[in-house]
């Protein structure tokens, strides 16, 4: 943990300098069984790509916001450190109509034809699958984010104390996010190299700091289940145990 960090951004650079090569992300969704486990180094490849497709294809600037409309998962993740890389305000659940931007899974594309802008179709299939065509309105995430660079350079610093994030109500600056989730992961227990179970949703600052932004403060991993629920108790205490989990948030 590096004390001079002050936005998401920071926090993942600080985890690349530190052991790229230790897992960071480990998604499993119990309504299809896909497991997928990112080292820092590939969940840091995806948050490049996709800040880089922000940034470069869409024109994303500070300030701008956009309304991410993806429930708990790996790719909403990097939807999140990529929007920090870049200074867009990532509004989790967010009003579309009012957004610069949207990005929608197959449950939201509705919802998310209200943002006048650029919008990014996500279909949310193991191993980040494309639709077989985009849908409507909007552009294939899967399709367009393989080509963008693997590094990441903003073209003007983030500002640590302008607006990072939008959920449940509560905004949030870069600063007050990781002196937040700096808080969370003590509370949970977290230090270098623990391992958190989080079942939680990402529609509370509570869930997403579980699923993503405590563990990342505290130098430790995260194992984000998504439909936990349709896992039975025996299974769950295997995958405690098989994944070598510390902590629980669920």
């Known amino acids: 943990m590096n004390a001079s960090d002050r936005t998401p951004a920071d926090l993942l650079r600080s985890a690349l300098a530190a052991d790229p090569a230790r897992p960071l992300v480990t998604f499993y969704d119990d309504a299809t069984g896909e497991r997928v486990e990112l080292s ?13 497709l922000l ?8 300030g701008d916001r956009l309304a991410l409309l993806l429930p708990a998962h790996w790719q909403t993740a990097a939807w ?3 929007c920090s890389s870049v200074g867009v305000t990532a509004e989790l659940g967010g009003d579309p109509a009012g957004a610069d931007y949207v990005v929608a899974g197959p449950e939201t594309l509705e919802a998310g ?4 802008g650029d919008r990014i179709a996500l279909s949310l299939a193991p191993l980040g699958r494309r639709f077989p065509a985009p849908p409507a309105g909007y552009a294939d995430y899967a399709v367009e984010v393989p080509s963008q660079g693997d590094r990441f350079a903003p073209f003007v610093p983030v500002d640590a104390d302008a607006p990072a994030l939008l959920v449940d ?5 870069g600063a007050q ?11 949970l227990g977290l230090t270098s190299g623990a391992r958190l179970l989080s079942g939680r949703p ?3 600052w509570e869930g997403v700091s579980a699923g993503l932004y405590a563990p990342l403060a505290a130098d430790a991993s995260v194992v984000l289940c998504r439909n936990l629920d349709r896992l039975a108790p025996e299974a769950l205490d295997k995958r405690v145990e098989s994944e070598r989990v510390t902590a629980t948030a669920v």
């Not at 034809?113 to 006048?116: D, F, K, T, V």
């Not at 996010?177 to 509370?187: K, N, S």
């Open 40 to 52: 820092v180094a590939t969940f840091a490849n995806w948050v490049a790509k996709t800040a880089n």
């Open 55 to 62: 940034q470069g294809e869409l024109s994303a600037s500070p």
């Open 80 to 82: 999140l450190l990529a």
């Open 113 to 116: 034809l209200a943002c006048s």
């Open 169 to 173: 109500g509560t905004e949030l600056t």
């Open 177 to 187: 996010l990781v002196e937040r989730a700096r808080a969370d992961a003590g509370t």
């Open 202 to 204: 990402y529609d509370t």
